[in-house]
């Protein structure tokens, strides 16, 4: 979305930062196992709004209120409740809108780069039917291995061992606040937070949601300022340290989260050098990667979307507008997707 290579390592270092010291620092603090990790599907939303055009300055002003939104979500409960009100369904099709791009950019890079993008689908495919949770990880890394061995990458140089740190100065726009912002927002607590609470709930921990969003929502709102766009709860992955694989005593579970935490910490020594690549590899490669590590999620959205025969044509007209790619008044399709479905879905209610 504009960003240098040094905001892009600077954005990912102190992401990674974040999401260490926040699961140490929860995990520690509620004696519960909390993992704090980015949003899959955010990112592959803020990666489909680079065709707006946007300043850097202007998408960090964005990710900044989206933050501050988490915050007030936690500390008034009648935010989150309200959100709550959005249909599973619609959320579920927005979802799946903003993903449509990237599962078909896998198509097309299977088609156009065979040699570099089908090995990886087929370790996506073995996995997916004996090692489910290791399916798109390690899909993803054979295939940077492949495209790193490549002509397909440029070369590229590592200006410096560490980011520089540099603060952005945040531009706030009402426009892309809407277009940005509040999708942003939306997706995250859909596709992360409110799934990551239930889940942890069906493993026996009642996280206390006010205090997580609060403090997620101020970390994020900090990285944010350099240019990182979220720290979130996590979904599917939490379960990693919160069933007894971790350990079985579950009150010792959360010292797995917290060394999950020091490992992320440990990632961002690397932030420079693989900003450095990502940004020398084509992006329909990346977004083929991204694609086949979200198709997963885009099933289940669907799945979701159309489950229910009172909101199935408000979803579906969700998914049509969110993929479509549009935009209206400098507002991208994720949020006119939003307002269509809750618009289509409030008419059929009556």
Do not use: C, H
């Not at 899959?40 to 002003?61: C, E, Q, R, Y």
């Not at 990551?196 to 709930?201: E, F, K, P, Q, R």
């Not at 990182?228 to 989260?257: C, H, M, Q, S, V």
């Amino acid at each position: 979305m504009g960003a240098t290579t040094s905001q892009a390592a600077t954005a990912i270092a102190v992401m990674l930062l974040g999401y260490g010291v926040l699961s140490i620092g929860l995990s520690l603090w509620l004696k519960m196992p909390v993992s704090i990790v980015w949003s899959t599907p955010g990112a592959a939303f803020l990666a489909t709004s680079g065709g707006l055009g946007l300043s850097f300055n202007l998408a960090v002003g964005a990710f900044i209120v989206s933050s501050l939104l988490v915050v007030v979500t936690g500390a008034w409960p009648a935010l989150g409740e309200l959100v709550g009100r959005i249909p599973i369904q619609i959320s579920a099709a927005m979802l799946a809108g903003v993903i449509f791009p990237f599962v078909v950019a896998t198509v097309r890079s299977a088609v156009e780069y065979p040699v570099l993008i089908m090995p990886a689908v087929l370790i996506w495919l073995i996995l997916n039917r004996f090692l489910p949770l290791w399916a798109s990880p390690a899909s993803i890394i054979a295939g940077f291995v492949l495209i790193a061995r490549s002509d397909a990458v440029t070369q590229f140089e590592v200006m410096s061992f560490w980011p520089d740190f540099e603060i952005v100065s945040p531009v706030f726009d009402l426009a892309t606040i809407f277009a940005i912002g509040v999708p942003l927002y939306l997706i995250t607590m859909a596709s992360q937070n409110l799934p990551g609470l239930a889940i942890m709930g069906s493993l026996g921990y009642r996280l206390p949601a006010s205090k997580v969003f609060i403090a997620t929502g101020l970390g994020s709102a900090v990285t944010g300022l350099f240019g990182g766009f979220g720290l979130n709860l996590a979904a599917i992955t939490a379960a990693l340290n919160a069933d007894e694989g971790a350990a079985k005593d579950p009150n010792r579970r959360w010292l797995a989260a917290a060394w999950g935490g020091v490992i992320y910490i440990l990632f961002a020594i690397f932030a420079a050098g693989f900003a450095a690549f990502v940004l020398a590899v084509p992006t329909e490669l990346l977004l083929a990667l991204a694609g086949l590590a979200l198709l997963n999620t885009f099933a289940g959205a669907i799945r979701t979307a159309v489950s229910d025969d009172q909101t199935r044509l408000a979803g579906v007209v969700t998914l049509v507008i969110g993929a479509a790619g549009i935009t209206v008044l400098g507002i991208g399709g994720a949020f006119w997707a939003l307002v269509s479905g809750i618009i289509v879905w409030s008419i059929r209610k009556r």
